[in-house]
């Protein structure tokens, strides 16, 4: 590896350098230095500089209560203020503040100016049904400006949205109401990707018809396709008719720093996923610093994050960032390949996109599709406006990395490989554009603040060049406070007691013995990632053992997937004697639905093992480890002299 990252060392240009808000590593060290001088004192520069307070604060960090910390504690602000109306106040209400481009190709403009009124409208649609600062609305829409106006009119107000992702199933969607008790759902008639209008509003029904949901008063339905749509008297009302009737101003409501933002829900290694929350002045004051030094965000860029609102990426680096700093962006609907594998490149084209971040699994895709296909090769587009390409989600591997720099960069853009987590609200470990020396397949160095280290097992220092635990020493402004509603959780989940108060972020991860550039290893938990989507191995579990008709006994382990990064693979014994040929497929068919209805179809597995048990310790204990070799394909090489059963190993390695 340390020879490998030595002799692929990529320097920022000089194009990248000049102007660079942090331009070269002296600068990058300046800021390390100040935070490890007095980190609070810098994170209440940051705070001060970034942030418009409508009271400041006196004091940066509250640790008395560790981990529950508190940044900015008696400061107050508002988060869609701070995004919206300081720009306008400073002379910007005509800039373009969303870009957004719709699924059949349709492009709308909406000015910092025209975003505020529409927030606002929202804002006072929710205060007209007695919507108030510390409700909770969830927010289940596709990729819209109606989104985007939906999360901000809920923090112009003070209440806590929880954006749900588009794709995930009714019972996922009732599992996060009811966790939420939510006052209201905020939806569209219709979603419309890749060409097919899908459903919104009806799993909102089905949601809430599956019960628990008794918190929900209202359904707002933002009307996309005009589809015709059952709506229930006195519970749902249109968006349209209800902010019709609105003004566009609305008085802020001034919360306080620590006021929770929004909760989002995210997969944990047991069952439940979990509400993660995040608060108001540190999380904002995160969102804005690194979408300004890690993009190198200026004011005449063109910003574009690929992500959906459903996921952190979208909260951070579409509704939240980018605006808290006056930026304009590309809000896309869609879906890469629709109508072609050369739509990423065509709307760079388009919008003169200058920044442009996405996932390696869509890099992933599209290299093949451009392999297989001429016209939708990159080198068809003129992406000369491009200056900063970014990655998030997943290790994007150094071929990847080679092909996105050489085929969509030119060789001139940075890539900043932006490791980060849902709890992390932004950033934690990437290069900044214009000081950074890249390696491919390595996220590089802190982001200024930030004490991430590699610890043991007992929370001491492991040197460079071994592998360990990946930690955050100090607690930093955009952490996740708790987990809604089981602080319990979130401290085991977070700061288990063997790790000295470091915050655990569940990552294994390698410093290069020569650079210390870091390079994140993958989950030490039961927790995959799939397409840059976090999935829980017990979630997908669980959902295969509530076909209570099917299924006896079920366990999932991951393994690597060219495209996906890693892919879902089930081992599952039936009620019923162990499926063959034509039937395994059907039943392996039947249950792949099955757990798209359980939690959506991004949990579906890619593969489904059928075995007459499976393999077990004489305890009774699963062995997982076993099954990874298996799913990967690999010779069983592990010692399974304590196996119950070693011969159900040869059956569970026949795929069907
Ligand atoms: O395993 C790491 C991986 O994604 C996890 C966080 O997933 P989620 O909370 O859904 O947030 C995704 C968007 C920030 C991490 O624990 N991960 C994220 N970014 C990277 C990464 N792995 C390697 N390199 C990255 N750049």
Not at 211 to 216: K, L, M, R
Not at 364 to 369: D, G, H
Not at 486 to 494: A, G, L, T, V
Not at 608 to 618: A, C, E, Q, V
Request: hydrophobic fraction near 40%.
């Amino acid at each position: 590896m340390s020879e490998n990252q030595e002799s692929k060392l990529y320097e920022p240009s000089a194009a990248a350098r000049e102007g660079a808000h942090v331009s070269g590593m002296a600068a990058y060290q300046r800021l390390v230095d100040e935070a490890e001088a007095d980190h609070a004192a810098y994170w209440a520069r940051l705070a001060r500089e970034f942030i418009t307070w409508k009271q400041p604060f006196t004091q940066a960090l509250d640790d008395a209560n560790a981990p529950f910390f508190k940044w900015f504690q008696d400061g107050t602000l508002n988060a869609s203020y701070n995004c919206l109306d300081r720009h306008i106040e400073a002379g910007k209400g005509d800039k373009t503040a969303l870009i957004f481009e719709a699924d059949g190709g349709e492009v709308t403009r909406t000015s910092y100016k025209e975003l505020l009124a529409r927030t606002c409208r929202i804002a006072n649609g929710l205060k007209s049904l007695g919507v108030k600062k510390g409700d909770r609305v969830v927010i289940y829409i596709s990729m819209s400006v109606d989104g985007v106006a939906a999360m901000q009119a809920c923090a112009r107000i003070g209440a806590t949205h929880s954006v749900v992702f588009g794709g995930f199933s009714a019972q996922s969607l009732r599992d996060r109401i009811e966790d939420t008790g939510a006052v209201a759902v905020i939806t569209a008639d219709q979603q419309v990707r890749g060409g097919k209008h899908l459903p919104l509003k009806a799993i909102v029904d089905e949601a809430l018809a599956l019960g628990g949901c008794d918190s929900v008063k209202n359904v707002l339905v933002v009307r996309r396709t005009g589809a015709e749509l059952p709506m229930t008297a006195g519970r749902d009302l249109w968006m349209h008719e209800l902010t019709a009737q609105q003004a566009d101003a609305c008085e802020p409501e001034w919360v306080e720093a620590e006021h929770p933002l929004f909760l989002l829900y995210t997969s944990g290694s047991t069952g439940k996923p979990k509400g993660v929350q995040h608060s108001t002045g540190g999380y904002l004051l995160h969102a804005a610093l690194t979408t300004k030094w890690t993009f190198d965000l200026k004011d005449d860029d063109i910003f574009w994050c690929t992500a959906d609102i459903g996921w952190v990426t979208g909260h951070s680096y579409i509704t939240y960032g980018p605006l808290a700093l006056g930026g304009t962006e590309v809000v896309f609907e869609g879906v890469p390949t629709y109508p072609d594998a050369g739509r990423f490149w065509k709307m760079i084209q388009d919008h003169k996109v200058t920044i442009f971040y996405t996932a390696p699994t869509a890099i992933r895709s599209l290299i093949k599709a451009a392999e297989g296909n001429e016209a939708v090769h990159p080198r068809r587009y003129d992406l000369s406006s491009l200056r900063i390409l970014g990655s998030v989600g997943e290790p994007i591997n150094p071929a990847a990395w080679e092909w996105y720099h050489a085929n969509i960069g030119g060789g001139r853009c940075p890539i900043v490989d932006t490791f980060w987590q849902t709890e992390t609200g932004g950033h934690m470990i990437t290069p900044l554009p214009g000081a950074t020396p890249l390696v491919p397949g390595s996220c590089t160095l802190p982001f200024p603040g930030i004490t991430a280290a590699i610890v043991d097992e007992t929370g001491n220092d492991v040197p460079n060049g071994q592998g360990g635990i990946l930690v955050v020493k100090k607690p930093w402004p955009s952490m996740i406070r708790t987990i809604w509603g089981d602080p319990e959780r979130f401290k085991k989940s977070y700061y288990p007691p063997e790790l000295k108060g470091y915050y655990l972020a569940g990552d294994g991860a390698i410093r290069d013995a020569h650079t210390g550039y870091f390079t994140i290893t993958g989950r030490i938990d039961d927790v995959l990632n799939v397409s840059g989507h976090r999935m829980g191995t017990m979630e997908i579990e669980s959902a295969l053992v509530s076909c209570t008709e099917l299924v006896a006994e079920a366990a999932v382990v991951g393994r690597p997937d060219d495209t996906t990064g890693e892919a879902i693979c089930a081992f599952v014994v039936l009620k019923r004697p162990r499926p063959t040929g034509e039937e395994a497929k059907k039943i392996a068919a039947e249950l792949r639905n099955w757990v798209g209805r359980e939690i959506g179809p991004i949990a579906k597995p890619k593969d489904i093992r059928f075995g007459d048990n499976l393999p077990k310790t004489r305890s009774g204990k699963i062995m997982r480890r076993l099954l990874r070799s298996i799913a990967k394909g690999e010779a069983i090489t592990q010692d399974t002299s304590t196996l119950e059963n070693p011969a159900i190993l040869d059956q569970l390695s026949e795929t069907n």
